[in-house]
């Protein structure tokens, strides 16, 4: 048997300029974007500029293996606990607090957090 697949809703798709190469994306953890086809997931400061929104209300479901899944959760994780460890220094250098996500994502994809439940 295969690894175990989950089915997950697209938040965002890719910006190619040719629209059958353009490819859903989910944003599992704030930050973390699975793109349908990859096997890894990747944060928004490798990815970000490569995606728009979808509509909120979009359903547009498409399945990611379990394991993705848990390394995106570690992802996050890991960009919670660097921001964390940054904040230590950013007072020190008069530097607005990290934070994950970043906040020009958060801005830019604003109706995403203001509104959880329409992913």
């Known amino acids: 048997m295969g ?22 994306v989910c944003e599992l953890y704030p930050g973390i974007l699975i793109i349908d086809g990859f096997h890894s997931p ?11 929104p979808l509509p909120p209300g979009s ?8 394991s993705t899944a848990e390394e995106a959760a ?3 994780q890991e960009n919670v606990d660097y921001a964390a460890l940054q904040r230590e220094n950013d007072d020190v250098m008069g530097r607005a607090p ?11 994809n604003k109706h995403f957090f203001d509104n959880p439940d329409q992913k």
């Open 42 to 52: 990747s944060s928004v400061i490798s990815f970000g500029s490569r995606v728009v």
């Open 74 to 76: 570690e992802m996050y």
């Open 59 to 66: 359903n547009r479901p498409f399945p990611i293996y379990e």
């Open 98 to 108: 990290s934070v994950w996500p970043p906040r020009e994502w958060v801005a830019s």
């Open 3 to 24: 690894e175990k697949r989950m089915e997950v809703q697209a938040t965002h798709i890719t910006t190619q300029s040719d629209p059958s190469r353009r490819q859903l």
